[in-house]
């Protein structure tokens, strides 16, 4: 349960290895924290040492395909520990996006977008039963317009990025929402290697609007805030114009 001042005291992580993910839960790492669950596909490859001052961090397995699990997975977690004040969707795959392989494609979409409704519905029908509680998404402006080079993994991302804030509008009145977080290139292991793209920030940084957001009650928050604007004018510009702009 959340405490008198609307602080978590129990998070779940579905993505627990997500350098983005484990920044949220340092930022809001407070003596009123109890728990933190990492789910992961492989969970023995989760570091836990130094994640945490505060709360007891517990490791479990999840695998974001195996959709027929996720709801007994979620309700399992609550009978254990108690309710889910806080559950952070960070599962994802960036992909060998050329476009060249349907299979690879149809894979990629069963991780981002497939697995994020089903572990999404699931969450929310948790939070809706405990009437509180939020659903932290971790989309992306990739999904607010596909570019050439990557426009498999920024079709996952629109997908997903429409389920959530539509999910958090049929859960407005029940107490649970949704926060969809959609930060640019983000300095992360994900992204090792990538050329970096304009304002480019650190998962710190994503961490820190995103926990300024839960605090407001935002439903969207932009990382860095900036990109609002970007975005807002990118939407429009010509398909020419946008073609030349991903060389």
Known sequence: MQNALQEPQNILVLGGGSDIARAIVEELDAPTLRRVILAARRPGEIETD?????AEVVVVEFDATSHETHEAFVESLAAQYGDLDIVIQAFGQLGADDGDDPVAAARLAEVNYVGAVSSGL??????????????????????????????????????????????????????????????????????????????????????????????????????????????????????????????
């Open 122 to 247: 699931a969450v929310a029908r948790r939070l809706r039963a405990q009437g509180h509680g939020t659903l932290i998404v971790l989309s992306s402006v990739a999904g607010l317009r596909t570019r050439p080079s990557n426009f498999v993994y920024g079709s996952t991302k629109a997908a997903q990025d429409a389920f959530s804030t539509g999910l958090g509008h049929a859960l407005h009145g029940s107490g649970a929402r949704v926060l969809t977080v959609r930060p640019g290139f983000v300095r992360s292991s994900m992204t090792t290697g990538l050329d970096e793209a304009p304002f480019a920030v650190d998962p710190s940084e994503v961490a820190e609007a995103t926990v300024k957001g839960l605090r407001k009650g935002a439903d969207i928050v932009y990382a860095p805030g900036i990109l609002r604007l970007v975005f807002g004018i990118l939407r429009f510009v010509p398909g020419q114009i946008w073609r030349r702009l991903d060389r």
């Open 50 to 54: 130094g994640l945490c001052e505060h």
